[in-house]
């Protein structure tokens, strides 16, 4: 069965440093998705994408964060200046269609730690 | 306001039992998708299970089902004979139709054992 792939799957990386967290949607899925959570809380919505350009962003989702699928597979979330409190599990999911009945599916998640 | 609503936050179960966790959802729009993820120890979010707004029968996935009250606004999921590989952090998650981009937006998640 198709599935969303992520890379790396731990990221560990010091506070002020840049990080690219990868994404490799199912191929024949036209929208994507950022979400991150943090250790033991809830499912946070950080942005979608479709059409190469953001659909919706959330509050979460300030100038320091940026998506980009830089080619026909690849979805990439780009954190430039990573605080202490961006440490969290980061999942890309894509979906189908933009139908309510359209179900996204994750990827296994990239942990992040920033110390 | 919150969109989704899980109030149990953790569950013991004897396994092979039935277990049924709650989720209560609030939206005014009459199209909408409800959708139940596991999330093992290990990380991944894994989708159990879809019910639809307009669905007139309960939706049904091996063990898994979801008891769909809609004028109730709850759509709990039932898991069957529980196993052990069962334990994990379950979140339900919904979908609207009101933005054709819409994000799914998931309650806080019932994190649930099951005791040999």
């Known amino acids: 069965e198709p599935e969303v792939t992520q890379t790396p799957s731990h990221q560990v990386t010091q506070m002020g440093q840049e990080v690219i967290l990868r994404c490799v949607p199912i191929s024949n899925h036209l929208y994507f998705y950022w979400y991150r959570q943090i250790l033991g809380q809830k499912v946070e919505f950080l942005v979608s994408?479709?059409?190469?350009?953001?659909?919706?962003k959330s509050e979460i989702f300030d100038d320091q964060f940026s998506v980009e699928r830089p080619d026909g597979s690849n979805f990439t979330l780009k954190i430039r200046s990573t605080k202490l409190e961006d440490s969290a599990m980061y999942f890309c999911?894509?979906?189908?269609?933009?139908?309510?009945?359209?179900?996204?599916?994750f990827g296994n998640g990239t942990r992040l730690t920033v110390t | 306001a919150q969109k989704i609503t899980q109030t149990q936050p953790g569950m013991f179960v004897q396994e092979k039992e039935a277990v049924t966790l709650d989720c209560t959802y609030d939206?005014?729009?009459?199209?909408?998708?409800l959708f139940w993820y596991k999330q093992p120890s290990s990380g991944e979010m894994i989708f159990l299970i879809y019910?639809?707004?307009?669905?007139?029968q309960n939706a049904t996935e091996g063990r898994y089902s979801l008891n769909f009250q809609k004028a109730r606004k709850s759509a709990n999921l039932v898991i069957s004979a529980s196993q052990l590989g069962d334990s994990a952090m379950y979140f339900c998650?919904?979908?609207?139709?009101?933005?054709?981009?819409?994000?799914?937006?998931f309650g806080k998640g019932t994190r649930l054992h099951i005791l040999p």
């Open positions: 999911a894509s979906s189908e269609g933009a139908l309510y009945n359209s179900p996204l599916h």
């Open positions: 994408f479709y059409n190469n350009e953001i659909s919706e």
């Open positions: 019910q639809g707004s307009y669905d007139q």
């Open positions: 998650a919904m979908r609207e139709d009101l933005n054709r981009d819409d994000k799914i937006i």
């Open positions: 939206t005014s729009d009459p199209s909408y998708g």
